[in-house]
T-cell receptor
């Protein structure tokens, strides 16, 4: 069975600081991994996805993630946080035609 | 990206009544649609997966007679919460995929906030 674990339910950074949101996966087959962002009372928007091509994936809004098989990780990063990045972030793995989500990480950005 | 429209965005209904939520893919054909439920400050819980023209596959613990899902066309899926009760109050989100392989990304609707009073 596939699963993802997001380390840290809440992360707080200062505006302009590095954003690092952690995601570890468990999968018996090569995984397809996704990062989504959710703003309050809205659906989810895809930030980026890994589908076994380049291990460093660049997404929208300056976010990127690196697939590391040896560490079973797919951490999300952004060099410089912006106030508008404050939201809930979900890591997900695709398996059996459906998405399995992590618990989510709430990102707060302080001015 | 592709657009998925979910309607209504908010609904309040009386206990014992039924409410229907629509999920439409506006610019692509959605061969697969998913319905999720999200509790406050929690992740998305998959309720069911529906493929166009076939019966929905429900996750374990989800009452299929209570949460009726219809995926009659390639652009529309509906979730009907029957005989709603206050404990059904939640945020419901649909998503749609244009293909059935795992690399295909899913696009999400805006969500529906259901309040049962």
């Amino acid at each position: 069975a596939q699963s993802v674990t997001q380390l840290g339910s809440h992360v707080s950074v200062s505006e302009g600081a590095l954003v690092l949101l952690r995601c570890n996966y468990s999968s018996s087959v090569p995984p397809y991994l996704f990062w989504y962002v959710q703003y309050p009372n809205q659906g989810l928007q895809l930030l980026l996805k890994y589908t076994s091509a380049a291990t460093l994936v660049k997404g929208i809004n300056g976010f990127e993630a690196e697939f590391k098989k040896s560490e079973t990780s797919f951490h999300l990063t952004k060099p410089s946080a912006h106030m508008s990045d404050a939201a809930e972030y979900f890591c997900a793995v695709s398996g059996g035609g459906k998405l399995i989500f992590g618990q989510g990480t709430e990102l707060s950005v302080k001015p | 990206g592709a657009v998925v429209s979910q309607h209504p965005s908010r609904v309040i209904c009386k206990s014992g009544t039924s409410v229907k939520i629509e999920c439409r893919s506006l610019d692509f054909q959605a061969t697969t649609m998913f319905w999720y439920r999200q509790f406050p400050k929690q992740s998305l819980m998959l309720m069911a997966t529906s493929n166009e023209g076939s019966k929905a596959t429900y996750e374990q613990g989800v009452e299929k007679d209570k949460f009726l899902i219809n995926h009659a066309s390639l652009t529309l899926s509906t979730l009907t919460v029957t005989s709603a009760h206050p404990e059904d109050s939640s945020f419901y989100i649909c998503s749609a995929k244009g293909g059935r392989i795992d690399t295909t990304e899913a696009f999400f609707g805006q969500g529906t906030r259901l309040t049962v009073v």
